[in-house]
């Protein structure tokens, strides 16, 4: 593809996902989205990471993700927000 001639993306992703992740945890799928997603470029990938980490904290996803961990491990039925409305 355009932008990685002559490049590896096995490589290319392990050095993206040991750069992002000085930053915050990010997985190898992740890495390849970012890989993907920013045409081959690790410095785009490095600065779009920290628009991501930026935007969960804003909006609070990692703690809202343990509380939906915690609630899909309980034995107790899930229920979401609004679930009536939705499920007509």
Partial sequence: ??????????SLVS??????GEL?????QQ???????MGYDATKCLEK???????RRR???DEL????LEVARSASPI?????EEVYR
């Fill in 31 to 37: 890495a390849l989205r970012l890989v993907l997603g």
């Fill in 59 to 61: 909006h609070g996803m």
């Fill in 79 to 83: 229920a979401f927000p609004h679930e």
């Fill in 15 to 20: 050095s993206v996902r040991q750069s992002c």
């Fill in 65 to 68: 993700r343990s509380q939906l």
């Fill in 49 to 55: 990471w920290k628009e991501v980490l930026a935007w």
């Fill in 1 to 10: 593809p355009p932008g990685l001639e002559g490049r590896d993306l096995e």
């Fill in 24 to 28: 915050g945890e990010i997985s190898e």
